[in-house]
């Protein structure tokens, strides 16, 4: 009887379903506010959602993350478009999707253009020359926050140590170490559980709380969230046109050779292969838009992450400094700035509209495999292959910020020429990592002192 009325007790202080117009502010205001990379806009989504308002229990959060660090493109503005959906249906996933980027993505256009037309300046240089040296803290900073969530024992270190070997010394293609982690962590399940069992986010957790969704599972209300023979089908047909269909008629119209075509078909194709969010894809994006298609200077990758940590939303909101910069020095008959603005338009919408495919697509299915001991030992595996990929990250940007000059050795590993060597910027990366590190400054207070000690450097 005690239990009873405790789980009445509960049930009673759970809130009413919230309307569309509550959830419409609420993601407005998580959009806003959600700076601090993945992290910490997971963080502020948890207190909203979870902690504050109720409107999603604890496991059920942690479930709906775990699918989205899975899935390629930007986890926290994909597990948005989740709840959303959970929430609201499509119309719900739309909007949280949507506000989560809207504002980051505004700023960021800004940014791009105020970047393009006064780069060149003296103290614009000096500024981002102070920028650089932070991001490569902001970066190290990254790879111990993952690391201490995915790296649980050595199993879990030695899939990160490959991942970095992979990228760094042999070149593997980055889809293909996430796959073959993926795959270690499903077979390693089956032959030593107890090194794969559960995931980078749902071990050690405290005990689950109910919120409105599950009320509204147990009252049987959220029946789109059981699938069809005809979802996978319907969602496909829908979502596959309006994905690829802008893609397919630039490339009509522009050849293969045209700016437009490349970014499309590029940036698609990395709205397929982004596991582990920016960081992880961040060193192939820049291999690939500096050396390969000739788009940006080694510095201007840094440069754009700079502004990218700056700007609320997610962080591979970076791609879309990319595409306005390409599409800027690119501009043929049209402006640079309005040929920028499209490119960058261009980008987002390759970028994220597979975010909303994803979820809407897998969902329903996933919703019925809470639990799964085989996805949450891949996703383990996946994160700790991710640590790997932005050390590696982590190393590009600091051969390519302390050091004037790199050169290529075997199949494409870099190494520094020692005599490079700028020491302002090993000085301002030192302090910004002590600042971050150990004196546990905030990003963006750090990103401000080193971009104010950039000037005085250039000054002195």
């Not at 293969?256 to 397929?272: D, E, K, Y």
């Amino acid at each position: 009887m005690n239990d009873l009325a405790a789980d009445d007790d509960a049930e009673a202080a759970v809130p009413a379903a919230p309307s569309f117009r509550e959830a419409v502010r609420l993601w407005a205001k998580i959009g806003l506010l959600s700076f601090g990379g993945p992290a910490g806009q997971i963080a502020l989504m948890h207190k909203e959602l979870v902690e504050e308002r109720r409107w999603i229990g604890e496991q059920r959060f942690l479930h709906a993350l775990n699918y989205c660090m899975l899935l390629p493109g930007p986890e926290a503005q994909q597990l948005a478009v989740y709840i959303g959906w959970l929430l609201h249906r499509t119309a719900g996933g739309l909007v949280a999707g949507i506000l989560f980027v809207l504002p980051g993505a505004l700023v960021m256009l800004g940014l791009s253009s105020f970047y393009m037309l006064y780069n060149d300046a003296p103290v614009i240089e000096a500024l981002f020359f102070g920028v650089k040296a932070a991001v490569l803290a902001v970066v190290v900073e990254a790879v111990i926050r993952i690391g201490k969530r995915a790296l649980k024992n050595r199993a879990m270190v030695a899939i990160a140590v490959a991942a970095f070997l992979a990228i760094y010394v042999v070149k593997l293609p980055f889809p293909l170490i996430i796959l073959l982690a993926g795959l270690t962590g499903w077979v390693g399940n089956r032959l030593v559980p107890g090194l794969f069992s559960g995931s980078a986010h749902g071990k050690d957790t405290k005990q689950d709380s109910r919120g409105v969704v599950d009320l509204m599972f147990e009252r049987g209300e959220l029946g789109h969230t059981r699938p069809t023979k005809w979802h996978a089908p319907r969602t496909i047909a829908i979502w596959l046109p309006i994905w690829l269909g802008p893609v397919a008629l630039i490339a009509a119209m522009g050849g293969p050779a045209s700016v437009w075509t490349q970014l499309g078909s590029f940036f698609s194709v990395m709205a397929v292969v982004t596991f582990g969010g920016a960081y992880a894809v961040l060193a192939y994006v820049a291999q690939a838009a500096v050396s390969s298609f000739g788009w940006l200077a080694p510095g201007e990758m840094v440069d754009g992450l700079g502004l990218a940590e700056t700007t609320p939303g997610p962080l591979i909101l970076v791609l879309q400094f990319v595409g306005f910069v390409a599409a800027y020095r690119h501009a043929g008959a049209l402006s640079p700035l309005l040929a920028g603005s499209l490119g960058s338009l261009l980008t987002l919408w390759v970028t994220f509209v597979p975010c909303f495919f994803w979820i809407f697509l897998g969902a329903p299915y996933i919703e019925q495999l809470r639990q799964n001991k085989a996805l949450s030992a891949a996703l383990g595996a996946i994160t700790a292959a991710v640590v790997g990929v932005v050390m590696n990250l982590a190393l590009w940007f600091a051969l390519h910020v302390v050091f004037g000059t790199v050169r290529s050795v075997g199949v494409g590993m870099e190494i520094p020429v020692l005599a490079s060597l700028d020491w302002r910027a090993a000085l301002l990366s030192l302090a910004a990592m002590v600042a971050m590190l150990r004196l546990k400054v905030g990003m963006l207070p750090t990103l401000v002192a080193s971009a104010l000690a950039g000037l005085a450097l250039q000054a002195l």
